[in-house]
């Protein structure tokens, strides 16, 4: 018989179609059963709901235990998108007080996994945030006619104190970066988005936990599944005690109303910061609940910046605070003694060079040109200095040296300050005026950097840190506004010395010279008649108005408290920095102002600069 080979060889490719057919089926069902888990969470959405349990947030301390920040019941409406049938949204819209427009658009968003990823239609997704019982009453009543919505409790942060915003900072809804970043967060989440809030956001956030709830077949719960036995307890966020203490920060943003500026206080033993005030500032109650990125809008636009933290973000010429780190350069250097003098008749003159100062004795040693923040004295100090070639060989030798004493006080570098976005200021190098000059340049080229003008500049905590360094007579402890952590230790840079590269027996003459100024000299209304008050005026000039500037720190021996006081255009150091420096101090070392102390911060409180600048 003769052989069919056409019937052979389909015989074949119907065996190869039915083994093709048959892998495709396997690794589809291969796809749905293991690799994708749509089913299992269709399957898992019909038997139960898992509803995440938020943990409260860490409550905020200052250091006299008075309570900062607390938590408030808050509820989210959740949704589940599978769940909704037969949405009368005109009802739900007035139950919950939005618009029809808002509803679809809440939809879409929802939806698109752009903006909202690991979307699931089987799984909870937040509808509507941060409603308040009062609102969430009204719902509750209703929502057995909105099949897919539920009721989620959360907290939300509320405030005793107006005061201490840019300390404390903030908290708002997860980003998407946020949540790509940590694998915590999931949409609809909060985290600290400033401050303190922001810092230490994992020791304040706490644990999630989860409970799961059983379904019947018609999608009612019926309890928790295995009475609880899968259910996870949310574990509270970590409480804070902060180093501030709020009722000298209240008093610090009350002397600095209509103006802008800074003042930062800082316990020289510990480097704990006992206030950290930026003005502007605002109510830190406006950036809690629904409202707040429409109140975050609005001060983003505002021309007075006051989600500025200019106490760590502020960088300004540092004026004549910054001549005691001259002096104690130039006494460590040997280019000056004790007993070294200068003249100085109007200011510094030489090679057709003039750089004013106001009228006192000439000439003058060190202590008394402290005293009397003489230009003169720390304009020749640094001449000499960088001319010194038989000492250093060439100016930029003698610009470096004098720059690793700056940053070894504490400039041109941040400090590491526990709170997000502090910068750095500027400490020029011999690499910065070889290229300005093309290396053509001598100490008077560079004389205005003497006393603290120039190309240097520095944050008002940068100054706050000279005063303590020098309250200390050598050293500092990174600053830092939180001063304890529940069950947790600071991290180590906040209780490690550091020392600057001047020794301790020079800090002596520049105390001595601090003291003076406050006695008979630039700081006499900052002295108190039962402390012993050590300052340094600062006027740095300004293309308008100059800056008004104070350092100083009390008592002389075992100081208790180091200050710095900045407000732009406010003139003389005298004008607003030092009574500024003198009350905070008054009140900080006794509780509380004298009646006629008290009369004074009134007056400051009440005066004005103009700016030029008008809300829109």
């Not at 240097?456 to 020098?470: C, D, R, S, W, Y």
Request: charged content about 20%; hydrophobic content about 35%; proline content about 5%.
């Amino acid at each position: 018989m003769k052989r069919d080979y056409n019937l052979e060889r389909r015989k074949y490719v119907i065996g190869g179609a039915v083994l093709v057919v048959a892998l495709l089926f396997i690794v589809r069902l291969f796809v749905l059963q293991i690799m994708s888990d749509d089913y299992k969470k269709h399957a898992d959405s019909n038997a139960f709901l898992k509803k995440v349990q938020y943990p409260s947030r860490g409550v905020i301390y200052d250091r006299t235990d008075k309570l900062l920040v607390y938590n408030q019941p808050a509820y989210d409406i959740m949704v589940v998108m599978k769940e909704i049938t037969s949405l009368d949204t005109l009802d739900l819209c007035r139950t919950l007080q939005i618009t029809p427009d808002f509803l679809r658009k809440r939809f879409r968003d929802l939806k698109n996994r752009k903006l909202n990823p690991g979307y699931s239609p089987y799984t909870n997704q937040v509808f509507l945030s941060q409603l308040s019982a009062e609102e969430c009453g009204v719902f509750q009543e209703k929502q057995f006619k909105f099949p897919g919505f539920y009721i989620q409790r959360r907290t939300i942060r509320q405030y005793n104190y107006n005061a201490g915003a840019h300390i404390l900072g903030d908290i708002g809804e997860v980003s998407k970066s946020e949540m790509e970043a940590d694998e915590y967060y999931a949409p609809g989440d909060f985290i600290g988005k400033l401050g303190v809030e922001s810092f230490y956001e994992k020791q304040l956030r706490g644990e999630k936990g989860v409970e799961v709830l059983l379904r019947d077949a018609r999608g009612r719960i019926q309890g928790n599944y295995m009475d609880g036995a899968f259910d996870k307890a949310s574990v509270p966020g970590k409480n804070l005690t902060l180093s501030l203490d709020i009722e000298l920060q209240m008093l610090g943003e009350r002397l600095l109303e209509g103006k802008i500026g800074s003042i930062v206080a800082i316990e020289p033993s510990t480097g704990e910061v006992l206030c950290l005030v930026s003005s502007p500032t605002y109510d830190p109650r406006l950036m809690v609940g629904r409202n707040r990125g429409k109140n975050h809008l609005e001060m983003a636009r505002n021309p007075w910046k006051p989600l500025l933290n200019r106490a760590i973000m502020g960088t300004y010429p540092p004026g004549s605070t910054f001549k005691t780190t001259q002096a104690l350069t130039f006494l460590q250097e040997g280019i000056i003694t004790t007993g070294t003098s200068y003249s100085c008749v109007g200011g510094f003159s030489y090679r057709g060079l003039h750089v004013g100062c106001h009228g006192h004795p000439s000439p003058l040693s060190l202590v008394p040109a402290i005293a009397t923040s003489c230009n003169g004295f720390f304009c020749w100090g640094l001449y000499y200095m960088i001319g010194a070639r038989q000492k250093y060989g060439s100016v930029q030798k003698a610009m470096n040296t004098w720059r690793d004493y700056m940053v070894s006080m504490g400039f041109g570098y941040t400090l590491g300050i526990d709170l997000p976005g502090e910068k750095r200021g500027m400490i020029p190098n011999a690499g910065y005026y070889d290229k300005a000059y093309r290396g053509s340049w001598n100490g008077l080229t560079i004389i205005s950097i003497a006393i603290g003008q120039g190309e240097v500049t520095a944050t008002p905590l940068q100054i706050a840190n000279l005063g303590a360094t020098i309250a200390n007579r050598g050293y500092f402890i990174t600053p830092h506004v939180v001063k304890q952590i529940e069950g947790e230790s600071l991290a180590p840079e906040y209780k490690e010395k550091r020392y600057t590269m001047v020794d301790k027996v020079h800090y002596d003459e520049v105390v001595e010279g601090m003291r003076n100024a406050v006695l008979g000299g630039t700081c006499r209304a900052a002295n108190l008649p039962d402390i012993e008050v050590c300052g340094k005026t600062g006027t740095a000039q300004n293309h308008g108005r100059d800056h008004s500037a104070f350092m100083g720190f009390a008592p002389m021996n075992n100081p208790k408290i180091a200050i710095a006081v900045y407000v732009e255009n406010g003139g003389w150091g005298a004008t607003y920095g030092v009574p500024i420096g003198k009350l905070m101090i008054e009140k900080y070392l006794k509780g509380k102002l004298s009646p006629e102390d008290e009369v004074l911060a009134t007056d400051i409180q009440q005066r004005r600069i103009d700016y030029g600048i008008h809300e829109r």
